[in-house]
């Protein structure tokens, strides 16, 4: 029996397109294929059939193999007479018949693009605008409207919400990670999914809260799929962030993880080599003391290093209650 034909798009309700083309945002979604569906697993298996079909009959025959059985040995002259009265025979030889192979999938059709052409622009250029806009803004309310009318970044056409964000304004402590993650993208807040339990627990050890740290992130857009953002996509957004440190002011900068420590502290060694050492990062002519730490998500998956993680935060509770940071020496 036939399987039923799916439904036309014009078919669907407007409820069940909004449904999956949210589904198709959630999953990382962000290319085209074509405009109606491709059942590539039943073209591959037609191409195959046709293969089949178009090579030779001869092609299909395959003689067997014949059986050897062991003959008992011939009697005195009987060779000689046998070889003389019948003819040579030789073992047919086995015709090999190659498998089908699996045709390659069909080509992507040309008009096949990313939805923001702004991916395949000068990483310079980006830059440089990101630059001047973020340099215009006096307080962290333009910041926000300028980062809201940024057109620099294809996150932002994927992405929910601008994740700008949270605690106070004038702490002491500012907190930097990588990117939003799902939760965020939703709340529009940083830092509220498991990742961000685990950080309200670990600021608790050392007696602060949210509402004594600021947080915010390198790249202010979820990447489709929480994947690492690209190198553009950190260049396009780093001017911004540089610009809220700047108008923050806050004493200490905290990196959390990888990303963000190699974006604002330029560094390139890995996280568990720099993690815990006081470094100075720099804001113009103004030096500011600045660590990285493990990001919460990674303690998650590797709850072990935790301990280290408790290292660098009573390093941050010291400096807190006045004792002046040690700083790793320069390269």
């Not at 699996?102 to 395949?120: D, G, H, I, Q, V």
């Not at 980062?147 to 056409?157: I, M, N, P, S, V």
């Not at 990196?255 to 100075?280: F, Y």
């Not at 804001?283 to 301990?307: E, F, N, T, V, W």
Request: hydrophobic share 40%; glycine share 6%; with cysteine.
């Amino acid at each position: 029996m036939p399987a039923p034909d799916a439904p036309s798009p014009d078919a669907l309700s407007q409820d069940a397109l909004a449904a999956a083309l949210d589904f198709y945002r959630h999953v990382g979604v962000d290319i085209a294929v074509g405009e109606a569906p491709r059942n590539f697993f039943e073209e591959s298996e037609t191409a195959a059939a046709r293969r089949l079909e178009a090579r030779p009959a001869s092609a299909e025959r395959v003689e067997p193999h014949p059986r050897r059985v062991a003959a008992a040995p011939p009697r005195k002259g009987e060779g000689e007479e046998r070889a003389a009265s019948e003819p040579s025979r030789q073992a047919p030889r086995e015709t090999f018949r190659e498998p089908p192979r699996r045709p390659a999938p069909p080509p992507l059709p040309e008009a096949s693009r990313p939805l923001n052409p702004a991916l395949a622009a000068d990483a310079a250029a980006v830059a440089a605008s990101a630059a001047e806009s973020a340099a215009g803004a006096r307080n962290l309310d333009e910041l926000r409207a300028a980062l809201d009318a940024f057109q620099g970044c294809a996150l932002k056409t994927t992405a929910t919400q601008l994740v700008f964000e949270d605690g106070a304004r004038n702490a002491r402590v500012h907190l930097v990670g990588e990117a939003p993650g799902a939760d965020e993208d939703r709340e529009g807040r940083p830092f509220v999914g498991r990742a961000g339990q685990l950080l309200d627990k670990m600021l608790a050890s050392i007696g602060l809260d949210r509402s004594q740290v600021y947080i915010s992130n390198v790249v202010p857009w979820r990447p489709p799929g929480n994947r690492t953002p690209s190198p553009l996509e950190v260049a396009a957004c780093l001017p911004f962030t540089r610009r809220q440190i700047d108008l923050v002011g806050a004493e200490f900068v905290i990196c959390l993880g990888a990303p963000s420590m190699q974006a604002l502290l330029e560094i390139k060694d890995g996280i568990l080599k720099t993690r815990g050492r006081w470094m100075a990062y720099r804001d113009g002519a103004r030096s500011i003391p600045a660590m990285a730490m493990l990001h919460p998500a990674y303690l998650l998956r590797q709850p072990l290093q935790k301990r280290l993680a408790w290292r660098d935060l009573r390093a941050l509770k010291r400096a807190l209650d006045g004792e002046a940071p040690d700083f790793a020496p320069t390269a």
